[in-house]
């Protein structure tokens, strides 16, 4: 939850291949205060049954930039390995992108909620509401 002095960040993840929510999704969130600062890693999540992130860790106050990071390669792998089990070789690779690695910026006050649309070989974010 976002205060007069922090900004807060949610996230969820639609996979486009499919039409669902992508459930499993690991994502770590990062911070950094200033373009010249060090990330700081605040700790992470994974998706539920319907694709959010709903405990992500609260964003420390003077942060100016975010990251996060979604693992994509073991979802797709996931994926694929159960695609298998029906039809052998539907794909000969996993994820094209094995990481997804989104930064924006932030003000204090404010909430930004980013969707992730995913598919094996492409995505597209947006902020949302």
Not at 53 to 62: F, Q, S, Y
Not at 67 to 90: C, I, M
Request: charged share 20%; glycine share 8%; net charge negative.
């Amino acid at each position: 939850m976002s205060t007069d002095t922090t900004a807060s960040v949610s996230t969820h993840i639609l996979d486009t291949s499919i039409g669902r929510p992508a459930e499993g999704v690991a994502i770590t969130l990062a911070a950094r205060s200033g373009f010249d600062a060090q990330w700081v890693t605040l700790g992470g999540s994974a998706t539920d049954a319907d694709g959010r992130c709903k405990d992500l860790p609260a964003l420390p106050e003077g942060t100016t930039h975010v990251r996060l990071d979604f693992e994509t390669e073991a979802y797709f792998s996931k994926k694929q390995a159960e695609a298998q089990q029906d039809a052998p070789r539907v794909r000969d690779s996993g994820a094209f992108f094995p990481e997804v690695a989104i930064t924006f910026a932030v003000t204090p006050g404010e909430h930004y909620h980013v969707p992730l649309l995913l598919n094996p070989f492409g995505y597209s974010v947006y902020r949302g509401s």
